[in-house]
């Protein structure tokens, strides 16, 4: 999709297909830095360190970019995932990160409006400093 849309753009996956590469977001990985990271559906799947997965995230964007957001909401797609958000997650995050909120919802994905919801958020990174794990765990993330 975006290279149909003329976007140079760089995919991990851990399935490794599409053209992606195969990275294991719960160890920390230095990347190069990109001015939109997404995450739709990746890392409520990263079973040993979400903390990690953030890190990576965080340190991929440069500062001034976007991290975009979309996973399963706390209390919905049970068995999908080990990590369920909330809007409350991500506001005490940006908080506690010093990321501004560009946008911040719920909605039911794929039409399922009884337990099929995701919070979505977007992030603006505004610093190149990652909070401690002990902070990260402390924002109320809830493991499956």
Not at 37 to 62: M, P
Not at 104 to 123: F, Q, R
Request: net charge negative.
């Amino acid at each position: 999709m975006f290279e149909k849309m003329g976007h140079k753009h760089t995919s991990i996956d851990a399935n490794g297909q599409n053209g992606s590469i195969v990275y294991d977001l719960s160890v920390k990985h230095y990347f190069d830095e990109f001015a939109i990271i997404t995450d739709f559906g990746t890392s409520e799947h990263v079973r040993d360190s979400l903390y990690n997965c953030w890190w990576n995230k965080h340190q991929a964007c440069k500062i001034g970019g976007l991290i975009i957001s979309e996973n399963p909401k706390t209390g919905n797609w049970a068995g999908h995932g080990h990590w369920y958000y909330t809007q409350d997650f991500y506001i005490n995050f940006a908080k506690e990160q010093g990321y501004g909120i560009m946008e911040i919802g719920e909605h039911p994905a794929m039409h399922n409006t009884t337990d099929g919801w995701n919070v979505y958020c977007v992030l603006k990174k505004t610093k190149q400093d990652f909070i401690t794990e002990d902070q990260f765990n402390k924002l109320g993330i809830k493991n499956a």
